[in-house]
Antibody, heavy 121, light 107 residues
Framework: QVQLQESGPGLVKPSETLSLTCTVSGGSMSGYFWTWIRHPAGKGLEWVGRFYTSGRTRYNYNPSLKSRVTMAVDTSKNLFSLTLRSVTAADTAVYYC?????????????WGHGTMVTVSS | DIQMTQSPSSLSASVGDRVTITCRASQTIDNFLNWYQQKPGRAPKVLIYSASSLQGGVPSRFSGSGSGTDFTLTISSLQPDDSATYYCQQSYNTPRTFGQGTEVQIK
């Protein structure tokens, strides 16, 4: 079955760039929506953005983060990435990648285990 | 953005109790509402999708209802393994948004 695994540095300095990768195993990425979600400690879950890839790739970001976020995909390696620029302490969170079954259950049916990112000098 | 409001924020109940969590959307979302369970240190797990459909493998004591703006997650007979935080989430449009969570504790 499809599994997701996040990877990346656990510590990022303020004003620098956070970069994470999600590796997809056990299935194809094509034809699905793939998502990043984050969970700051003591707060609720926040949708960061998503993309859909089936030939052409379409991206959709949370307006609250849009100016700082970029997602990218490498279907040949079955992985996708998240880049968040000019980070502050407010970006400290557990970051999850997930699959969004848009057009089916419309739910996040598969999640990675999550990776903790701390923004601190 | 569609705001999702859950109540209560936390509850404590005994094994075997019937537990109800409510979620209200700031605008109509038809039945585009999902429920997740999250345990400490784990990723959320979908329990209910499209307001009332049980995800495969989820115990039948979990059920969902509602449409429009008001939704309910019910645990018919609370079990020790149900100690967790529960979140509602709308899939009506983007950005996808979540409720703030309801922590369920076992007495």
């Amino acid at each position: 079955q499809v599994q997701l695994q996040e990877s990346g540095p656990g510590l990022v300095k303020p004003s620098e760039t956070l970069s994470l990768t999600c590796t997809v195993s056990g299935g194809s990425m094509s034809g699905y929506f793939w998502t990043w979600i984050r969970h700051p400690a003591g707060k609720g879950l926040e949708w960061v953005g998503r993309f859909y890839t089936s030939g052409r790739t379409r991206y959709n970001y949370n307006p609250s983060l849009k100016s700082r976020v970029t997602m990218a995909v490498d279907t040949s390696k079955n992985l996708f990435s998240l880049t968040l620029r000019s980070v502050t302490a407010a970006d400290t969170a557990v970051y999850y990648c997930a699959r969004d079954l848009v057009g089916s259950s419309n739910a996040f049916d598969i999640w990675g285990h999550g990776t903790m990112v701390t923004v601190s000098s | 953005d569609i705001q999702m409001t859950q109540s209560p924020s936390s509850l404590s109940a005994s094994v075997g109790d019937r537990v109800t969590i409510t979620c209200r959307a700031s605008q109509t979302i038809d039945n585009f509402l999902n429920w997740y369970q999250q345990k400490p240190g784990r990723a959320p797990k979908v329990l209910i999708y499209s307001a009332s459909s049980l995800q495969g493998g989820v115990p039948s004591r979990f059920s969902g209802s509602g449409s429009g703006t008001d939704f309910t997650l019910t645990i018919s007979s609370l079990q020790p393994d149900d100690s967790a935080t529960y979140y509602c989430q709308q899939s009506y449009n983007t950005p996808r948004t979540f409720g703030q969570g309801t922590e369920v504790q076992i007495k």
